[in-house]
């Protein structure tokens, strides 16, 4: 995994323009559309049990968000997630708030339960929670990590959930298991506006849509989110919340081969 696989993903995202099915939550559906399309891609929202199915089968990823769910909305996402697993589109899962409520973590263990995952993506909190082990929530964001190193929890986690899991913050981690990747790119101030984590799953779900190697997708993804955080800041001065949203758009649109190769910092751990 080198930064020319990244490039290389990029670019084949962008020529083939996948059409990323979302089934998200009501606070970013705008913002991951814009962020899709900005990248490149092609998204779509839809909740509507009677054409999760359909939809998902023409789709080359879905995209599962619990943000603000109720029961249509996960089983709209367990419809969708059977007949992407019947048709080979991949599965991304982002259990937003999983810890927050028992509600929450009882409804990602459903969806597990009914929907082979390709990887899911969360912060610290969320992953820990879902694995069933002791991280802090406060609503859908992260609390302390307690110590709990983020390198080896998202190691546990795709092992015990049996598929790639990713595990966002200050740094970002990879893992199927048995091998683990830290991404060090992107900037505080992605924190300060919502939705930077949904549609950051989202642009997983587009480089999976087209990398059937999925730590190979997932890493890539990152890699290219966090160098277009970067630049908003760094070479557009977009220094406070209002400007970066919108200089990130503008920036998953710009960022090539060159800005990667410049400043992508990914390493392999050895916790395997
Ligand atoms: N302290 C930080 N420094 C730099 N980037 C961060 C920091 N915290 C989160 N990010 C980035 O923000 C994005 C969303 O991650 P995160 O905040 O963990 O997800 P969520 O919004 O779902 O809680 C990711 O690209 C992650 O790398
Ligand atoms: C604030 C909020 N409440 C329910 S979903 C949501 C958006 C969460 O987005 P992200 O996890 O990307 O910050
Ligand atoms: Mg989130």
Do not use: W
């Not at 814009?34 to 939809?55: F, H, I, K, Q, T």
């Not at 959930?161 to 595990?167: E, F, K, Q, R």
């Not at 890493?219 to 160098?227: E, K, M």
């Not at 998953?252 to 990667?260: A, E, I, K, R, V």
């Amino acid at each position: 995994m080198n930064v020319e696989t990244g490039l290389a993903l990029l670019n084949r995202v962008r020529e083939r323009k996948p059409l990323v099915y979302n089934i998200t939550n009501v606070v970013v559906t705008n913002f991951t559309a814009n962020g899709l399309l900005a990248l490149g891609a092609s998204p779509v929202m839809a909740y509507a049990r009677e054409e999760a199915a359909d939809m998902a089968r023409i789709s080359g990823a879905l995209v599962a968000n619990i943000g603000t769910l109720d029961e249509s909305v996960v089983e709209s996402i367990i419809l969708a997630g059977r007949s992407a697993n019947a048709h080979g589109v991949p599965v991304v899962l982002d259990p937003v708030g999983a810890g927050a409520t028992a509600y929450r973590t009882e409804a990602v263990r459903r969806i597990m339960r009914e929907v082979r995952l390709t990887a899911i993506r969360g912060n610290a909190g969320e992953i820990a929670n879902v694995i069933g082990e002791q991280g802090e929530m406060k609503g859908v964001d992260a609390g302390d990590t307690n110590g709990n190193d983020p390198a080896e929890l998202v190691r546990r986690a795709a092992e015990r959930l049996g598929t790639v899991a990713i595990v966002t913050g200050r740094h970002d981690y990879v893992s199927d298991g048995s091998v683990t990747y830290r991404i060090s790119n992107g900037t505080p101030l992605l924190t300060a506006v919502t939705g930077t984590g949904c549609l950051l799953t989202s642009i997983i779900g587009a480089f999976a849509a087209v990398e059937p190697d999925t730590v190979a997708a997932a890493v890539s993804a990152l890699a290219f989110y966090g160098v277009a955080a970067e630049l908003a800041v760094d070479s557009s001065g977009a220094d406070r919340p209002g400007t970066f949203q919108t200089e990130l758009l503008n920036r998953l649109h710009t960022t090539g081969p060159d800005d990667l190769r410049d400043r992508v910092v990914v390493e392999r751990l050895n916790n395997g």
